[in-house]
């Protein structure tokens, strides 16, 4: 894994490893299943106590993004942060919905009706982006909307288990690391595609290339976005400048023409007044484009 933490940050290590690793699920770098270094692997690797390292680990378990039990190597897990319904054999499934349609009134050609009524759907004519946070989801709504033009809608993990009916004339839309979980809940037919988050290097180089002591701020709606960026960013900043973090509601313009830099998120991009404003795009510009491509032929 590639991670850089700096000792001469105010953000925590033990926060700006867990950021940084939580970064590193999101764009693809750490794959679901994928084994984590042990503790002392990784305080050797990054030159910290393996002390810290544990409780960033215990960090990340709690939220989600990693799952293990005591004793063993703690893996990446789907970082949804809520309970989706868990695959089983078809058998099991079929069985279980013949089951509650019964405890619910239904006829067995009533249950029939249903079921072909899904299998004979139609082609999407909509997308729907499936993500926790709602900050998360308005930045990518947002994104497919200005790049493809096409109507799209959002729920969280949860109300989409709840609810796999939102799936009708719909392409899904995930994060890479949530694509699994959401397996059993679209047609086969019509995979759930998953995003691709984009890279943060040109943005850690312009702080980079800041002579004089700066002031940093990144603007977003979505909170986690935020504290990714956070723990990202802080090996660049140092001591020497100085970061911002603005959560903003939608529409609610905000004036930083004092500050020196500002990274913006596609929803506040329009909202913020600044001198020097940096755009940052969320979803990779290739996925983007793939996304498009593959619309275009279906």
Not at 43 to 70: I, K
Not at 82 to 111: C, F, H, W
Not at 143 to 167: I, K, M, N, R
Request: glycine fraction near 6%; charge should be positive.
């Amino acid at each position: 894994m590639q991670i850089a933490l700096s000792k001469n940050s105010d953000v925590p290590l033990r926060q700006q490893l867990a950021e940084q690793i939580v970064f590193l699920i999101t764009t693809g770098q750490l794959r679901a299943g994928e084994a984590l270094p042990s503790v002392r692997a990784l305080a050797r690797q990054t030159n910290v106590h393996h002390n810290t390292v544990s409780e960033a680990y215990q960090q990340l378990v709690l939220r989600g993004w990693v799952t293990g039990r005591r004793g063993t190597q703690l893996v990446v897990g789907t970082g949804s942060g809520a309970p989706l319904v868990k695959p089983r054999t078809l058998d099991e499934l079929i069985n279980e919905s013949i089951d509650r349609a019964k405890e619910m009134g239904y006829t067995l050609q009533a249950l029939r009706q249903k079921v072909l009524e899904r299998l004979m759907a139609q082609p999407p004519d909509h997308f729907l982006v499936v993500e926790q946070e709602p900050g998360l989801r308005e930045i990518i709504r947002q994104e497919v909307v200005d790049s493809l033009g096409l109507q799209v809608e959002s729920c969280s993990p949860a109300d989409f288990a709840s609810d796999p009916s939102l799936a009708i004339g719909a392409q899904v839309l995930a994060a890479n690391h949530l694509v699994d979980d959401l397996k059993m809940l679209v047609p086969q037919s019509r995979p759930t595609i998953g995003l691709v988050y984009s890279q943060a290097a040109e943005h850690v180089d312009l702080i980079r290339k800041l002579k004089n002591p700066s002031i940093v701020a990144v603007v977003s709606v979505s909170e986690s976005l935020l504290r990714t960026a956070k723990g990202l960013l802080a090996p660049a900043m140092g001591r020497k400048h100085t970061l911002s973090e603005i959560l903003v509601m939608k529409d609610a313009p905000v004036n930083l023409d004092t500050l020196d830099l500002v990274f913006c998120d596609t929803v506040t991009l329009s909202m913020i007044r600044s001198r020097r404003k940096v755009h940052y795009r969320l979803i990779a510009t290739a996925c983007l484009e793939h996304l498009a491509s593959s619309y275009s032929r279906s």
